[in-house]
């Protein structure tokens, strides 16, 4: 018999939308990683009689364990290596004016700036930005052992040796992490395919293809950036993930019919995937696919068959490459216009100033207020306050209680574990749990970060269990102003204003519309127009989840737009379904009813950017029934028909 919770007792449902794990697979060799580098150090500064030196290296080595999230080996190497020099550069500044009062107040608060306002450009900056904080706020509030650059190079080389140790299988194991993210996104699209006909299975699943096509393209455009066109290899898997573009688009066709595929057909394209992970250039057994009927689904055979043919050729050359969806600028020229747009943004001002003004009322606030150990305050804003990361309330809220848990972990170790050598196999059993939580969330990171902290913290200053006590406080009164000056305090942080995003979106799809089917479209710039858009769809839906974990008004607010951004996706599903009908023999639409539709959207848009909630709105839209139009025209109409629920 099932229970359920009395009325009066229910956990509201942004508290479980927080409190619920991320489902992820185990890294072994993440936690493998993270064992050795961060027991090393520890060992090497036993033997030598320098404890508090090998806890340096240790924490160095924990920053480069959270900063290693890529899989390509060459994406790795900026993303542990950029945020180790800005770490450097962070503890360098906060130990020059440890002890010096305002002065270290003063200094602090300006790294908090410019960590805030570079934390918008990426997520490499973003990481970098925030080591650059965490480690001046450790250099002004620690006494450092040893010289002035001692603790930087120390600090440093850990999280190198978190690279040395990820870029080890690199000469065996090249090209590999790539072949791999394109194969994830082929075998994304078949369960895509799979799903066509099942209207809830369908969107979660084309959520996915997005956010696995994204992470691919990110990946191999961004090396060939750097190779400029001459990797063979590069160029090969490039050519294989534009090759699934068609599929893409077909899908939209197939499930807008209401009818499944045959299995042979995903079945077709998880072959495809198995012979790109493994590199295989042969012939490719498909299996039998079915005869195709209709334009549909020979706008779908047409595209699984192309796929395959270009995975089994057995060379691509670079310049001839049909790169629709357009290649990044050289480096130092993205780095330099992203230079420019901090400097010019308002956004990275606004969030650079946030974090500046919190940082600065807490090392304020424990210059006057004697608090042991106050730089846990600052570590514990720095950590909560990531918007990029996700919403700030949430990260207070599972802050809070991950640290209560990990503390809970670090009374055992520090308690039973006696100083010395034993602190080795504590460590040992302590430093995997940090990747293999993370993924988890936020709260589970901090459970396994705060024993970790704790337990390195001890062989610094060997405070034992009388750490406990202070470390909860400062990370509560952290989070206190964290939530009241850097989230309550700036209405843009709870007052989700989500019409223009969305208002964005659906005019960049009547632009779609009337390029799609217009006489003189570019098909590379339609091809780039439909990427971004949905591209653009899912950081928006992204968006959505992370204010449903907001409590009430937000929340609830989020809630309430939730059904037009749903629309909004089928609406550029069914723009897509309608374009591959006409490419493969439907009779294409007339420029009167392509125009009719394009005005729609727009109204729709300028409605949505200038509504607090959402209204019924009547709508005109007439036409053929038999045009491929008429599917978009009602999904137009559904989404001028939503209202707010009240």
């Known amino acids: 018999m099932s229970r359920e919770f009395p009325i009066g007792l229910t956990p509201p449902d942004w508290l479980v939308r ?370 990029d990361f996700g919403s700030v309330f949430s990260r207070a809220l599972l802050r809070a209680l991950g640290t209560v848990v990990g503390l809970v972990v670090a009374a055992a170790v520090l308690a039973e574990v006696p100083p010395g050598w034993w602190d080795v196999p504590a460590m040992l059993l302590l430093a995997p749990l940090v990747p293999a939580l993370t993924p988890r969330g936020y709260g589970y990171q901090t459970a396994a970060i705060t024993p970790v902290i704790l337990l390195l913290s001890d062989i610094l200053d060997h405070k034992g269990t009388a750490l406990l006590l202070p470390r909860l406080l400062d990370s509560l009164m952290g989070c206190a102003i964290a939530l009241i000056a850097g989230y309550l305090l700036w209405p843009e942080s709870w007052h989700t204003r989500v019409g223009d995003r969305l208002a964005d979106a659906v005019a960049d799809t009547a632009a779609y519309v009337e390029a799609a089917f217009g006489t003189d479209a570019d098909p590379a710039a339609r091809a780039r127009m439909r990427r971004r858009l949905y591209r653009d769809l899912s950081t928006i839906r992204t968006e959505f989840q992370r204010a449903l974990t907001e409590p009430p008004p937000t929340g609830r607010r989020a809630a309430a737009w939730w059904p037009l951004v749903v629309a909004v996706e089928r609406i550029v599903d069914a723009t897509t379904a309608a374009w591959v009908r006409v490419r493969h023999g439907s009779p294409a639409p007339s420029a009167v009813e392509i125009r009719q539709v394009a005005l729609q959207l727009r109204e729709l848009s300028e409605s949505v950017r200038r509504a607090e909630t959402l209204t019924a709105v009547r709508t005109h839209l007439t036409g053929p029934s038999g045009s491929v139009l008429e599917p978009l025209r009602q999904e137009v109409a559904a989404a001028r028909t939503i209202t707010t629920p009240h």
């Open 18 to 387: 927080n409190l619920q794990p991320h489902q992820a697979p185990l890294n072994w060799a993440a936690t493998a990683r993270a064992a050795l580098a961060m027991t090393l150090p520890l060992v090497i500064g036993l033997a030598a009689g320098q404890p508090a030196y090998g806890a340096l290296a240790s924490m160095g080595a924990l920053s480069g364990v959270i900063s290693d999230t890529a899989d390509a080996y060459r994406m790795r190497v900026l993303n542990i290596a950029v945020p180790q020099l800005f770490g450097a550069i962070g503890v360098t500044l906060g130990s020059l004016v440890y002890g010096q009062g305002w002065y270290a107040v003063v200094v602090v608060t300006g790294v908090a700036l410019v960590s805030g306002m570079i934390s918008t450009i990426g997520a490499v900056a973003s990481v970098s930005g925030l080591l650059l904080l965490l480690n001046s706020v450790l250099g002004a509030g620690l006494p450092l052992p040893g010289a002035w650059w001692v603790a930087p190079a120390l600090m440093t080389g850990g999280g190198l040796l978190v690279l040395a140790l990820a870029l080890l299988a690199w000469p065996l194991r090249a090209g590999v992490p790539e072949r791999a993210s394109v194969a994830a996104a082929y075998r994304t699209v078949a369960d895509l395919l799979a799903a066509c006909g099942d209207p809830d299975r369908y969107i979660t699943t084309r959520f996915d293809v997005t956010q696995t096509l994204n992470q691919s393209y990110d990946l191999i455009l961004a090396h060939r950036a750097r190779h400029h066109g001459r990797s063979r290899e590069l160029a090969r898997l490039l050519a294989q993930l534009n090759a699934i573009t068609p599929v893409v688009e077909a899908a939209p066709a197939v499930h807008l019919t209401g009818r499944p595929l045959q299995p042979e057909v995903p079945e077709a394209l998880r072959q495809v995937a198995h012979a790109i992970e493994t590199g295989y250039t042969g012939p490719i057994g498909l299996p039998h696919l079915p005869i195709p009927t209709t334009e549909t689904t020979r706008a779908m055979d047409h595209a699984v068959r192309h796929a395959a043919e270009v995975v089994s050729a057995p060379d691509v050359d670079p310049r001839g490459i049909d790169d629709r969806l357009g290649r990044p600028a050289a480096l130092g020229m993205r780095t330099a216009g992203a230079a420019r747009n901090v400097v010019l943004s308002a956004g990275s001002w606004r969030y650079g100033l946030r974090l500046a003004i919190c940082i600065g009322i807490a090392q304020a606030l424990v210059s006057l207020i004697p608090v042991p150990r106050s730089y846990w305050v600052a570590l514990t804003i720095t950590f909560v306050l990531k918007p």
